[in-house]
């Protein structure tokens, strides 16, 4: 959790996304960000993720984001 | 004689009454519903503005029915609609604000709180707050609004980077997009049964150009957010569901969803016109698409901000390989588009020169701004004999043996270098199209170490000393980049297009 909190702040570092949970609905990631962070989110927890499991419902909040990497590790 | 959309548009409502006109979300309003909203806007907004007409009137709200109604609200009030973007950083949206000083800004509760800061004097109509059942609807006062504009005045003010920083608004006429939409209908490349992806932001003239076909020709709009934009399974899954027929992007999204080989996943039967343009299509990508969408007619258009939506049109009926460029091909109707070379006279075929535009698509100008206007709206030098202004676009394009125009680059990619005249974008394509060394970059001149670099991103492992090689097999060695910048993501501006002016001051002045 604390590490893709580390991704997003790299991102952003002018963004809240600890308070924010909606990520697209409060405007937090971009087309561009999305981009950014599934090759950080490939890296750091050396999984692989199908372009058709990049969805907004994998990415809309730290806890979505956290399960879709959990489950992607086991 | 109709010679406004929004007069059109009257009739497309009496034609197409229940039908749906906009779809956002879960959210649907039909043509006479949107029509209601937007004559009832037009009324408060004529009471704002004390019945002045031809004024800039900005929307600052998300994509949505609200800020399609309020644009044509607007036009029903006799005033141009200036769309601002909502994310845009505080200081862009100021200086827009302080160059056009649109009379009235329409907001939402949400995105008011924010103009608070950036612009507190303007006149703001918050739109939430507007009990559409107390207003009334007066059809006298319309046609008296309408009857004291002329189809040269402005309908809408696109704004556009300047290289300065400073934003400039560039000036459509009502004039402009008649004869627009006319042509894209006669072409037979819009049908009034079209259902339209939309997905461009509601600031930029693709956004414009969809409002048109809907307003005069009855089409359905799907509104398509950012939320799309950022999860292109999401995008298609949504163009599939609502059985969009008709889109018009940028060739950035759709390179992506070549590249992620989504097409092969996702089958969009429904869509039968594919219109792209706002830079080069990379042809590999391309016909990533053609393989995957057989039914599908796909049109190459080509065209500055500064004339309206488009100049030329290409629909690509031939194989193109990977290799080649798409053409960019030939003029739409009432326009003309031709070729200068740097000593003011036409080019023959083959001989490059600067794309120029004459006809009713050219723009008014830039608001406010008559200096800028001068170095770019000008006589044109083919003509001594009486006024005639064309707009010089500062892209560098040929016409081929088959009389077809192709987009070569931008005049200031250009570059001189060594003693050699050297197309950046010649490089370009060379690393991405034809060697497909790395995903995609952006060739920079830096003037003042007078060195060429390549800024990239790619998922592979290749080295700057691979590329080198491989190029020195393709290319003379003055043409060989020699510095190799890697970035996670290349930079965009919000067309999504690579923000080459960032890129050169990057390089210009370091990270």
């Known amino acids: 959790m604390e590490k893709i909190l580390e991704i997003l702040k790299t991102l952003h570092p002018e963004y809240d996304y600890e308070k924010s949970t909606n990520y697209l609905d409060d405007g937090l990631l971009d087309s561009f960000d999305i981009i950014a962070l599934v090759t950080e989110l490939e890296d750091n927890f050396n999984i692989d993720i199908d372009p058709i499991e990049i969805i907004p419902n994998n990415f809309e909040s730290m806890n979505k984001i956290k399960s879709f990497v959990e489950n992607k590790q086991h | ?511």
Request: hydrophobic letters at 40%.
């Open chain 2, 1 to 511: 004689m109709v010679n406004l959309l929004i007069n059109c548009f009257d009739e497309t409502v009496r034609k197409n009454a229940d039908k749906t006109a906009i779809i956002d979300g879960n959210e649907k309003v039909t043509f006479t519903k949107l029509q209601e909203i937007s004559l009832k806007l037009s009324i408060i907004i004529n009471s704002k503005m004390q019945n002045e007409v031809k004024q800039p009137i900005a929307v600052y709200t998300k994509k949505s029915i609200a800020n399609v109604a309020s644009d044509i609200g607007i036009l029903y009030s006799g005033n141009a609609f200036l769309n601002l973007d909502v994310k845009s950083p505080a200081n862009r949206i100021s200086a827009i604000l302080s160059a056009i000083k649109p009379g009235l800004i329409i907001a939402t509760k949400e995105s008011a709180k924010n103009l608070e800061s950036i612009y507190p004097i303007c006149n703001i109509l918050i739109y939430d707050d507007i009990e559409f059942s107390a207003v009334n609807i007066d059809q006298t006062l319309k046609h008296h609004q309408l009857s004291r504009i002329i189809d040269a005045d402005p309908m809408c003010i696109i704004t556009t980077s300047g290289s300065t920083g400073t934003p400039k608004g560039v000036v459509l006429n009502h004039r402009s997009f008649m004869d627009f939409t006319k042509w894209a209908h006669d072409a037979g490349l819009i049908h009034d049964t079209d259902i339209i992806g939309n997905l461009s932001p509601i600031v930029f003239d693709l956004y414009c150009s969809d409002l048109c076909m809907m307003m005069r020709y009855g089409t359905s709009i799907v509104l398509l957010s950012e939320k799309h934009a950022a999860f292109p399974t999401y995008l298609l899954e949504t163009i599939r569901d609502n059985r969009v027929s008709y889109i018009f992007w940028v060739p950035t999204i759709m390179v992506n969803i070549a590249n992620m080989s989504l097409l092969d996943k996702i089958s969009l039967p429904d869509l039968k016109t594919i219109w792209f343009s706002g830079e080069v299509f990379p042809t590999k990508q391309y016909n990533v698409w053609k393989k995957h969408l057989p039914q599908a007619k796909f049109v190459n258009l080509y065209g500055p901000v500064e004339a309206t939506v488009d100049v030329t049109y290409y629909v690509v009926e031939k194989e193109i390989a990977d290799e080649d460029p798409i053409p960019i091909g030939y003029a739409c109707e009432n326009t003309d588009v031709f070729l200068l070379s740097e000593e003011n006279t036409a080019c023959k075929t083959g001989e490059e020169g600067e794309i120029c535009i004459r006809g009713t698509s050219l723009a008014m100008g830039y608001y406010n701004d008559p200096e800028k206007t001068a170095k770019v709206f000008v006589q044109n030098p083919l003509n001594k004999q009486y006024p005639e202004i064309i707009y010089k676009t500062g892209d560098i394009g040929v016409i081929n043996e088959a009389g077809e125009m192709i987009f070569r680059g931008r005049k200031d990619t250009l570059i001189k270098h060594a003693g050699y005249r050297i197309e950046l974008g010649e490089i370009e394509h060379t690393i991405i199209n034809k060697l497909k060394l790395i995903e995609n970059g952006c060739i920079v001149y830096n003037s003042v170490a007078k060195e060429i670099v390549l800024y990239y991103e790619t998922m592979s492992n290749i080295t700057p000393q691979d590329i080198r090689v491989r190029l020195s097999n393709e290319l003379p060695q003055y043409m060989i980049p020699s510095k190799y910048i890697k970035l996670n993501a290349m930079p965009r501006n919000t067309n999504g297009k690579i923000d080459r002016l960032y890129l050169k001051e990057l390089c210009l002045h370091g990270e």
